[in-house]
């Protein structure tokens, strides 16, 4: 079993709407579910870890953004799997 890897399962009823499938590496798949009103694109990612370097986690991002980009901006997204949060800068607004 290697260190990276996801999946999709899907019911048989769902299996009909698909209208893509792109596995882009061993952290992301991406699926397109063609919807009553807009397509769903799920993503699913795997995170590396903290003990990843930081080469590793930027290419992460970079390579989720890439697919973001590519999916189209009607389409509902959902991100789904393991991921590690990266949080930005927070603000406090002191009074």
């Not at 953004?65 to 789904?80: A, G, N, R, V, W």
């Amino acid at each position: 079993m290697g260190q990276a890897g996801t999946e999709f399962i899907l019911l048989k009823k769902i299996y009909n709407y698909v209208i893509g499938f792109e596995p882009y590496n061993e952290r992301f798949y991406r699926l397109r579910i063609k919807g009553k009103y807009n397509n769903i694109t799920p993503i699913k990612v795997y995170a590396p870890t903290e003990d990843h370097t930081e080469e590793t986690k930027e290419q992460f991002y970079d390579n989720l953004q890439y697919l973001l980009d590519k999916t189209p901006k009607s389409d509902t997204i959902i991100i789904l799997g393991g991921v590690n949060a990266q949080l930005g800068k927070r603000y406090y607004i002191m009074k």
